[in-house]
């Protein structure tokens, strides 16, 4: 219960505090964030790799649920119908390569189902971000192949941009209601090289690893770091403050045995050099005055001359050191053996 008490101040109730919030937030919020974003890097590299291996299929045989676009994003899917090439938008602050580019997006109507939204690929930016020419899609019907994409999050309020609404991001809804086109409200295609209508083909993410399963570890383990560096600190508290204790108690049994003779016997402060007996103030009782001088002789009429009176001061302040000495040993012998223990406690 006393070590306990030692430990209820502000500071370490504060620490305490603090571990085991950084601890919960390692283990609650910070490692499920990363280990998740791990989890959808994984999905991801899953779908990229089937949607290499995988063989182009219709759209109407890939896509059969909501879910659809989600779960089976970047698959290669064929459809047939026709270009609206007078119903385009432009995706604007998107870079390839480094290097600022417009990607064009064009409604697709195919022969069976609702319209499309087709990503036709991209186009550099021109000087003080005008819009370059770019061919227009074909007239006709055609048959494209292209990859699923889902629709992406965020703000897609349309701005007017050389007479042709561009977006932040890619949402079917507000660009259909922009360009007055009913369309596919799960997602859109991104059109592969080499199609009709195709201009330059928008990247594909490679297969990586990233970091987030690392992220994910570290934070872990510094949720279980936060309350070991806890429980050491308290423990090296406790080990210094025994230790404390321990040299204290030694000094004090080193004090006490200073003031002992080495013959054992127990010094009196009334003893002087002479053998003569002096009282608690150290005064020599031979030299009373009334009893005379410390030869026993008697004094003169005006007392002791004064060179006695000289040579009793002098053996009476050489007897009270002496005493006082032998009483409690010497302070200076007593703050040396503290340093020196506290040398090699520092040196261990």
Known sequence: MRILRRFLTPGWVIGVLAA?????ACFALLAPWQLGKSDDLDARNARLAESVEAEPAPLAQVVDGPQAFAEREWRLVTLTGEWRPDSEAL????SVDGELVYQVLTVFDPVDGADMLVNRGYVLV???NAVPDYPAAPAGEVEITARLRVTEPGEAEPVPMAGLPAVRVVDPVVIGDTLGHDLVSEGYLQLAGG????????PIPGIENGPYLSYGLQWLAFGVLAPAALIYFAWAEIRARRRDAEVAAADADADQGAGTPDDGTTPTAGVDARGGGTDDLGRDSGDDPANGDASGGGSDGGGSDGGGRGATELD???ARERAMRARYGDRNDAEQRRAFRRADRLRT
């Open 20 to 24: 085991a919030l950084f601890a919960w």
């Open 126 to 128: 021109g000087e003080n």
């Open 195 to 202: 199609q009709p209508g195709s201009l330059s083909p928008a």
């Open 316 to 318: 009476e302040a050489s």
């Open 91 to 94: 995706l604007r602050l998107r």
